[in-house]
């Protein structure tokens, strides 16, 4: 037991690292161009290029998750209200990683207890897949008796910063303070 949490430890630190391996907080010099083809929160069908023209916050998680998912949603909430004006320019995405308990409903309760501009993003185990191998994010399905449903979801804690052009910028390391990622857009903006 000892020995599997010290590997899912080490996994959950290396991908919180980013796509390249580098330091969450700094860009990344390898771009890439992540795409999805999910549902929102509103029912509609949804890619990457529904957002062109936006600087994107992308999240993984699911509405389950006892911690970080809320925490880095209250987080991205107050980078929203911190941009101002200029948080027209920008639309935070939160994917689910869990579609068997993360419908679209599910997704709009959960969304709007954070911020108005908070898009739900869920769809079909193989449209999350894809969209996560695309944004090279690691999540898992693990067994927890005490769970819903009897498990809970490993998952990459950053999140990933997507340029207008759809192009992969740098990921926020899990607890980066709002003031800095707020401070990083408004540079880029």
Excluded at 40 to 58: I, M, P
Aim: proline share 7%; aromatic share 12%; net charge negative.
């Amino acid at each position: 037991m000892g020995v599997a949490l010290a590997g899912f430890l080490w996994l959950s630190l290396w991908h919180d690292r980013g796509p390249s391996g580098g330091s969450s907080s700094q860009d990344v010099a390898t771009s890439f161009r992540p795409t999805f083809n999910l549902t929102d929160h509103r029912s509609n069908a949804v890619t990457v290029q529904s957002y062109q023209g936006k600087w994107l916050l992308v999240f993984f998680g699911f509405t389950n998750c006892p911690d970080i998912c809320p925490t880095t949603l209250a987080e991205l909430a107050r980078v929203m209200e911190r941009l101002g004006p200029d948080a027209g320019l920008v639309k935070p995405l939160f994917v689910s990683i869990d579609p068997e308990r993360d419908r679209v409903e599910t997704m709009a309760e959960y969304v709007s207890v954070f911020h108005p501009t908070i898009v739900g993003l869920t769809g079909t185990e193989a449209q999350i897949a894809e969209a996560a191998r695309s944004f090279k994010a690691y999540y898992e399905k693990q067994p927890q008796e005490s769970a819903p449903n009897g498990y809970t979801m490993g998952h990459t804690s950053a999140v990933y910063l997507i340029s207008p052009e759809g192009v992969f910028v740098r990921t926020y390391g899990y607890g980066t303070p709002p003031g800095e990622i707020t401070k990083d857009l408004q540079n880029r903006l």
